[in-house]
């Protein structure tokens, strides 16, 4: 039990995620090897993913922060709303949109359409998770962790209410009412 009075279930493990991490990161070394990329950081979800991954791109990168919000709770509202906008242009540049976790499809729709208008010299998306089940627009990533079962999951940067953003695994909340 915890702050929440929620009960917690190991989903993804600690090591299990640290390997895929690093097996994206090779990846996406190799595809841009000897190019200057802006890596962008989804707030506030994909802070840990992102602050892990980028230490496995072998290559000159620059950091940029979204802040966008569409949660309630543990159901996502439907309306994407931008908290933070990106402090720099991104034109003419390779552009890697790190997310933690596609459920909807609704926000990185959102964060594509957006970083699209600006006119990057290419744009990857990538994210930890993705919840197929869930999806109810079609969503194109380039490079997925894991897809996992459409229920609710917290950890490694994902929330509860705020809550669990600060475990190293992820996991399943076993109680909800
Ligand atoms: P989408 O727009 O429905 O794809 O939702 C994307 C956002 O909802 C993610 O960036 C997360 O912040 C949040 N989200 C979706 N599923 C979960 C979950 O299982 N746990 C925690 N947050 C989630």
Redesign the pocket.
Known sequence: MNAKNLELKTYITEEKLQEKVAEIGKALSEKFKNKKVTAVC?L???FMFYSDLIRHINTDITCEFFG????DG?S?SGE?KVTLDLSTAIEGQHVILI??????????N?LRKSIESRNPASLTTVSL?E?PE?L?VP?KLDYVGFKIIN????GYG???NGYFRNLPYIAQVQNFQ
Not at 68 to 71: D, E, G, I
Not at 99 to 108: A, F, H, Q, S, Y
Not at 151 to 154: D, R
């Open positions: 989804v506030k979800g994909s966008v919000s569409s949660y543990k996502s994407v997310e933690d976790i596609v459920d909807t499809g609704l926000t990185m959102y998770l919840k869930a109810k969503c229920e609710f999951v917290v994902l929330d509860y």
